[in-house]
């Protein structure tokens, strides 16, 4: 099976600052790579899909790229929103794995 | 407006069954294939079982295979979830979600219930 490993798993940062979280699968899956958010006590909701493609309503802050092995999730200006779990999934082949979850917290 | 509501959750001992339920509405259901994917207290997200539109392809994770049965009945709009032989280690929140093709494999997940609570203590 391929495994879906995020880093980091936690982090703290400004609001206003760059963040930045991977995911890396242990083989490629094209660009078969979603991104989704948990806010406390809240249900997951889609971010990214295909990689890179934005799921309509989420702020433009928000961006997907990679391909193959390595994906990367930015937000471009953290908000206090954005206090929240993030986690990647992968749905090319089954099981259609989620990545441990990174948790962004504010600084 | 899609809505997926979840049901018959609960609290049973371990070697008890449980069957969860999904209800849809705001789409074509069988346009779709649907999973499930559980969370346990405090944990992440893990996929469960899928089915696609037709029933024609379900895939399982390792951890519930041959003991969880996925299915759903188009007509009634609904998805299913039969555990069998429930474990401590199956205590989590239960989430339906649709994806985003008909297939089972090569559309993520564009919609997610509210879950439904399975707890399995003795």
């Known amino acids: 099976d391929i495994q879906m490993t995020q880093s980091p798993s936690s982090l703290s940062a400004s609001v206003g600052d760059r963040v930045t979280i991977t995911c890396r699968a242990s083989?490629?899956?094209?660009?078969?790579l979603a991104w989704y958010q948990q806010k406390p006590g809240k249900v997951p909701e889609l971010l990214i899909y295909?990689?890179?493609t934005l799921q309509s309503g989420v702020p433009s802050r928000f961006s997907g790229s990679g391909s193959g092995t390595d994906f990367t999730l930015t937000i471009s200006s953290l908000q206090p929103e954005d206090v929240a779990t993030y986690y990647c999934?992968?749905?090319?082949?089954?099981?259609?794995?989620f990545g441990g979850g990174t948790k962004v917290e504010i600084k | 407006e899609v809505q997926l509501v979840e049901s018959g959750g609960g609290s049973v001992q371990p070697g008890w069954s449980l069957r969860l339920s999904c209800a849809a509405s705001?789409?074509?259901?069988?346009?779709?294939?649907m999973h499930w994917v559980r969370q346990a207290p405090g944990k992440g997200l893990e996929w469960v079982s899928g089915?696609?539109?037709?029933?024609?392809?379900?895939a399982y994770a390792d951890s519930v295979k041959g003991r969880f049965t996925i299915s759903r009945d188009n007509a009634k709009n609904s998805l299913y979830l039969q555990m069998n032989s429930l474990r401590a280690e199956d205590t989590a929140l239960y989430y339906c979600?649709?994806?985003?093709?008909?297939?089972?494999?090569?559309?993520?997940?564009?919609?997610w219930g509210q879950g439904t609570l399975v707890t399995v203590s003795s």
């Open positions: 999934q992968k749905y090319n082949s089954d099981p259609l794995t």
């Open positions: 705001g789409f074509t259901f069988d346009d779709y294939a």
């Open positions: 089915i696609s539109w037709n029933s024609g392809r379900i």
């Open positions: 295909a990689a890179s």
């Open positions: 979600a649709k994806a985003k093709a008909y297939s089972l494999l090569g559309g993520h997940f564009d919609y």
């Open positions: 083989q490629g899956i094209s660009n078969y």
